[in-house]
């Protein structure tokens, strides 16, 4: 029992001292969460990770809309989940986490209009796209749709005509691995898509070019990496954003 009544003690403490640091910027988040028309999107690292991960879940109990997203999680694909009417507080004991300060800028681009695209698919029918549904304004504008690889290209075709159908301009696909199974080709060069960028991982023979493809080297990237390993630096620096 005296330990349980020490320990209420020390956080009191801690409480009453923490009243001495409170002043102008406190004011002002306030006002911005109150201020806020989408969620509190709060984030942190460590121990202000687990501090952020509270203040989300009291936020959220008495009635702000609240969710906390991990800094790391969120610069491998969780960042879309923070729409432009969100308000994202940042918790940081020393304000220098580099999970944090590499999203950061990020973040501030997130005012950009958004379009998503969402597919579904038949398990049974492989490479085959069931439906495709835009949320999003891209009437007249120039769409860019990313992949890590294309395969027979049913998917990005589908999603291109689908911008294309709702008013886009123009769509771009860009994907790193260039797997062009058939009819690959045929679809990407059909024109519905203006531009297809890839890179060279994968072996592009003649049969597989078309008029509209663009094939970027990885050699530069590779000799850096390799220099960057024997002359014992950082590979992670090469990645910006992917700790």
Same mark, same amino acid.
Request: hydrophobic residues 50%; contains cysteine.
């Given at each position: 029992?005296?330990?349980?009544?020490?320990?209420?003690?020390?956080?009191?403490?801690?409480?009453?001292?923490?009243?001495?640091?409170?002043?102008?910027?406190?004011?002002?988040?306030?006002?911005?969460?109150?201020?806020?028309?989408? +969620?509190?999107?709060?984030?942190?690292?460590?121990?202000?990770?687990?501090?952020? +991960?509270?203040?989300?879940?009291?936020?959220?109990?008495?009635?702000?809309?609240?969710?906390?997203?991990?800094?790391?999680?969120?610069?491998?694909?969780?960042?879309?989940?923070?729409?432009?009417?969100?308000?994202?507080?940042?918790?940081?004991?020393?304000?220098?986490?580099?999970?944090?300060?590499?999203?950061?800028?990020?973040?501030?681009?997130?005012?950009?209009?958004?379009?998503?695209?969402?597919?579904? +698919?038949?398990?049974? +029918?492989?490479?085959?796209?069931?439906?495709?549904?835009?949320?999003?304004?891209?009437?007249?504008?120039?769409?860019?749709?990313?992949?890590?690889?294309?395969?027979?290209?049913?998917?990005?075709?589908?999603?291109?005509?689908?911008?294309?159908? %709702?008013?886009?301009?123009?769509?771009?696909?860009?994907?790193?691995?260039?797997?062009?199974?058939?009819?690959?080709?045929?679809?990407?060069?059909?024109?519905?898509?203006?531009?297809?960028?890839?890179?060279?991982?994968?072996?592009?023979?003649?049969?597989?070019?078309?008029? %509209?493809?663009?094939?970027?080297?990885?050699?530069?990237?590779?000799?850096?990496?390799?220099?960057?390993?024997?002359?014992?630096?950082?590979?992670?620096?090469?990645?910006?954003?992917?700790?």
């Amino acid at each position: 029992m005296a330990l349980a009544r020490e320990t209420l003690d020390i956080e009191a403490a801690a409480l009453l001292g923490l009243k001495q640091h409170i002043g102008p910027d406190f004011v002002q988040v306030v006002r911005l969460m109150l201020a806020v028309q989408g +969620r509190v999107v709060v984030m942190g690292m460590g121990k202000s990770g687990h501090v952020g +991960r509270k203040i989300a879940a009291t936020l959220a109990s008495t009635g702000t809309p609240a969710m906390f997203v991990h800094p790391g999680e969120a610069s491998h694909g969780d960042l879309g989940m923070i729409k432009p009417m969100d308000l994202v507080l940042a918790i940081s004991n020393s304000g220098e986490s580099e999970e944090l300060t590499a999203i950061l800028p990020m973040i501030k681009r997130l005012g950009a209009p958004l379009a998503i695209i969402h597919k579904r +698919r038949d398990p049974d +029918r492989p490479n085959q796209v069931e439906a495709h549904e835009l949320v999003g304004d891209v009437k007249g504008r120039t769409c860019l749709l990313v992949d890590d690889m294309i395969d027979t290209a049913g998917t990005i075709v589908a999603a291109a005509q689908a911008l294309k159908n %709702n008013g886009a301009a123009r769509v771009i696909v860009a994907a790193t691995h260039a797997v062009f199974s058939s009819p690959a080709v045929e679809r990407l060069s059909s024109g519905v898509v203006d531009e297809v960028i890839v890179t060279n991982t994968l072996p592009i023979t003649r049969e597989k070019q078309f008029d %509209n493809l663009t094939v970027l080297s990885i050699a530069p990237l590779i000799a850096a990496a390799i220099s960057a390993v024997f002359g014992d630096d950082s590979v992670n620096k090469l990645f910006p954003g992917h700790a």
